[in-house]
């Protein structure tokens, strides 16, 4: 998983009070990539709270605001365990609506993204994982990682792994239970229906962020490989080196 979609004008109900209202309010963005920004919520010191992140998790024992390994998604069962994630694990849980997330077909060539949404059209719930680098300099950054895991209802041919869904009413749950039960419960948490489409290939163009990125093509269609500048390509999308992709 390397791009997802936050366009949240209609959150839907049960949402803690103001969240909902706060989570509208964020920009919408139909084109989130590596190390950009996203609404994320959390729970600190008894309040709600709706802030952006930048995606692409930033240990706060790096010495500057970014790191070479990557961040975006974490493994949901080697998260507690692994250096970059044991902190934020313990400590700060998160989770981040979105409207859905674009996932490459391997079995094409070139590789064929689809966009994947709930079958209901509803908001999806992320679980996630929050790091704050630069906190004691004064320079804070936030960054944030979704975790992912084994998700028999992606449809086929798409691999079926990706993020941990959770409903609205039970993120308390996750944002708030011990980190023992955590694994535990995302692990055991049913999925819910997903549908998907076949999408254009201007999708692992970062610099493209507007909603006619979710209109459906027919597979292959654009077979021609998006040339970019050196600095705009994403080795990883053309590549597919995620496991998670």
């Not at 949240?8 to 990539?33: E, F, I, K, R, T």
């Not at 979704?146 to 959770?166: E, H, K, M, Q, S």
Request: charged share 20%; net charge neutral; with cysteine.
């Amino acid at each position: 998983m390397r791009r997802f979609v936050q366009a949240l004008s209609d959150p839907g109900a049960g949402w803690p009070a103001g969240v909902a209202a706060a989570l509208a309010q964020l920009p919408a963005h139909y084109n989130v990539s590596k190390s950009g920004f996203a609404g994320v919520v959390l729970s600190q010191a008894g309040r709600w709270l709706v802030g952006s992140m930048a995606w692409g998790l930033v240990p706060s024992w790096e010495p500057a605001p970014s790191t070479r390994y990557s961040t975006q998604t974490a493994r949901l069962e080697r998260a507690p365990r692994s250096r970059l994630y044991r902190r934020a694990w313990a400590q700060r849980r998160c989770i981040v609506p979105m409207n859905g997330y674009y996932k490459w077909d391997r079995e094409t060539q070139p590789r064929q993204p689809h966009f994947i949404q709930a079958a209901d059209g509803g908001v999806l719930v992320a679980a996630g994982l929050w790091s704050l680098w630069g906190e004691e300099a004064g320079t804070p950054f936030w960054s944030f990682a979704l975790l992912t895991r084994a998700n028999a209802a992606i449809p086929a041919p798409l691999v079926p792994d990706g993020p941990c869904f959770l409903p609205v009413a039970r993120i308390g749950e996750w944002l708030l239970g011990d980190a023992r039960g955590g694994q535990s419960l995302l692990a055991r948490m049913p999925q819910p229906r997903l549908e998907s489409w076949p999408v254009s290939r201007r999708v692992a163009d970062r610099r493209l962020d507007d909603y006619t990125l979710l209109e459906p093509v027919s597979a292959n269609a654009d077979f021609d490989r998006i040339l970019l500048p050196p600095d705009e390509r994403d080795p990883d999308l053309d590549d597919d080196l995620d496991d998670d992709a």
